[in-house]
């Protein structure tokens, strides 16, 4: 009995990791997305609409132009702000994370 008051669901579990994740989305000045996906679950799970994020970057390598304009709204409804072509980069992580070190270093 003691060790299944610990135990969570699948959706107690990912709402606990999500609530630790938004807490450090709302204090961050960059954000990197390597690889995301931005499904809708991941979307709504990290909408943290009040927050301090100037930057961003993510991984959309292989996405149409479609789909990246798609992502603007995901990444507005999660962060609050749209987020320029530019940030979205059609790349690998490996490549992004070499390109934008400086970026990444940044204090």
Do not use: Y
């Not at 991984?59 to 530019?86: A, F, H």
Request: hydrophobic share 40%.
């Amino acid at each position: 009995f003691d060790m299944s008051q610990g135990l969570l669901t699948f959706t107690e579990s990912k709402k606990a990791q999500g609530a630790e994740a938004r807490s450090m989305l709302e204090t961050s000045l960059r954000v990197v997305f390597l690889g995301f996906g931005f499904g809708d679950q991941n979307v709504e799970l990290l909408a943290v609409p009040a927050n301090s994020v100037q930057e961003i970057r993510a991984t959309v390598m292989g996405w149409s132009e479609s789909n990246r304009r798609e992502l603007d709204g995901r990444i507005q409804k999660m962060l609050g702000r749209p987020c320029g072509d530019w940030e979205l980069r059609p790349c690998d992580c490996a490549t992004l994370i070499a390109d934008e070190q400086m970026f990444l270093t940044r204090r």
